[in-house]
């Protein structure tokens, strides 16, 4: 006789996301990109390749960049994940995603989340990073507007946005480039 083994549809999870808990029921095999985007509404992380090949669903675990369709979202019980939405700052951008406004960085939208988050890990890493560091750090993600000099000299730009407190333009009145992301103007 075959013997079964059944396993439950949906398991109760607690996430830490954003800086808050979050009690989910979700598939035990979920990726943290689907609960994000579809049981906690961020859509500000981007679905695109599903290989981990673009970046463009990078988020920060525990301070470190992940490829949040490659993390199983079971596996992220205990730990701090951070998404694009958790950088603002009490309604105000974070420092990096003013640079990325100021220096054009942001074209259509899909890479930005991505390499802003690669680019956090580094400014928490490397306070004031070089062009050279700022290039390693977004090496695994991809960008087909920008051609990623933009990127560099935002991310390079940042710590001196944050020490002059340049970003404190309220998300949503933008006055050059396209909203950081398209669904949300954040």
């Known amino acids: 006789m075959t013997e079964t083994l059944s396993v439950p549809a949906k398991m109760p999870v607690r996430l830490r996301v954003n800086?808050?808990?979050r009690d989910l029921l979700i598939e035990p095999s979920a990726s943290l990109l689907q609960v994000l985007r579809e049981d906690l509404a961020l859509t500000g992380t981007k679905e695109v390749c599903l290989l981990g090949s673009c970046g463009a669903c990078t988020v920060l675990i525990d301070g470190k960049p992940a490829l949040s369709c490659l993390?199983?979202?079971m596996a992220c019980r205990g730990k701090a994940i951070t998404t694009i939405e958790g950088l603002m700052e009490g309604g105000d951008l974070h420092p990096l995603q003013q640079?990325?406004?100021d220096k054009g960085a942001v074209?259509?939208?899909y890479c930005t989340p991505g390499m802003v988050m690669v680019?956090?890990?580094l400014l928490d890493e490397k306070p004031n990073p070089t062009a050279e560091e700022a290039r390693q750090a977004i090496a695994g993600n991809l960008c087909r507007c920008?051609?990623?000099q933009?990127?560099?000299e935002a991310i390079v730009a940042a710590p001196e946005i944050a020490r002059t407190g340049s970003a404190k333009r309220p998300a949503g009145l933008m006055d050059s480039g396209p909203y950081l992301m398209p669904e949300t103007g954040e």
Request: hydrophobic share 45%; aromatic share 10%.
């Open 99 to 101: 640079a990325f406004i």
């Open 150 to 152: 933009q990127i560099v």
């Open 71 to 73: 993390v199983l979202a």
């Open 107 to 109: 074209q259509c939208g």
């Open 146 to 148: 920008t051609g990623y």
């Open 19 to 21: 800086g808050q808990n």
């Open 119 to 121: 680019g956090k890990a």
